[in-house]
C-alpha cells in the first residue's frame, strides 16, 4: 500500500495550491481518507477528512478556504487550498483507512495507512 502526497509549495498569503494524494495497492472507495498537517513545534493535527459515502470533516480555520475531493475512478483525493495563511505552513500528509460505509474521526489515531508528506510553506 502506498500513498503518494504531492503539490505542495511556496505560495505568498492569499494564494492556492491543490495537494493531491495517489494511492495505490488499494482502493480508495472502501476508505476514508483525510489530510493533516503538522507545523514545527507543534502536534500534527486534521485538517479534513472524506469518509467512502463522502461525509466531510474540515478543521474550523480551514473551512471556506479548502475543498476536499476525491476521484475513485483515479484513486485518489485532493485538497484545494485557496486563500492561504502563514498558518497554513506545515508538512501535509495524506492518510487512509478501510471504513465501509461508516464516517472515521478526523484524528491522526484512527488512521493506518500514510503518504510521505508535502511541504506547504505560505509567505507573509
Known amino acids: 500500500v502506498q500513498l503518494q502526497a504531492s503539490g505542495g509549495g511556496l505560495v505568498q498569503a492569499g494564494g492556492s495550491l491543490t495537494l493531491s494524494c495517489a494511492a495505490s495497492?488499494?482502493?480508495?472507495?472502501?476508505?476514508?481518507v483525510g489530510w493533516f498537517r503538522q507545523a514545527p513545534g507543534k502536534e500534527r493535527e486534521g485538517v479534513s477528512c472524506i469518509s467512502g459515502r463522502g461525509s466531510i470533516y474540515y478543521k474550523g480555520s480551514v473551512k471556506g478556504r479548502f475543498t476536499i475531493s476525491r476521484d475513485d475512478a483515479k484513486n485518489a483525493v485532493y485538497l484545494q487550498m485557496n486563500n492561504l495563511e502563514p498558518e497554513d505552513t506545515a508538512l501535509y500528509y495524506c492518510?487512509?483507512?478501510?471504513?465501509?460505509?461508516?464516517?472515521?474521526?478526523?484524528?491522526?489515531?484512527?488512521?493506518?495507512?500514510w503518504g510521505q508528506g508535502t511541504l506547504v510553506t505560505v509567505s507573509s
Open positions: 495497492g488499494l482502493t480508495l472507495d472502501y476508505y476514508a
Open positions: 492518510a487512509a483507512v478501510s471504513a465501509p460505509g461508516r464516517v472515521v474521526v478526523c484524528k491522526q489515531d484512527g488512521f493506518d495507512y
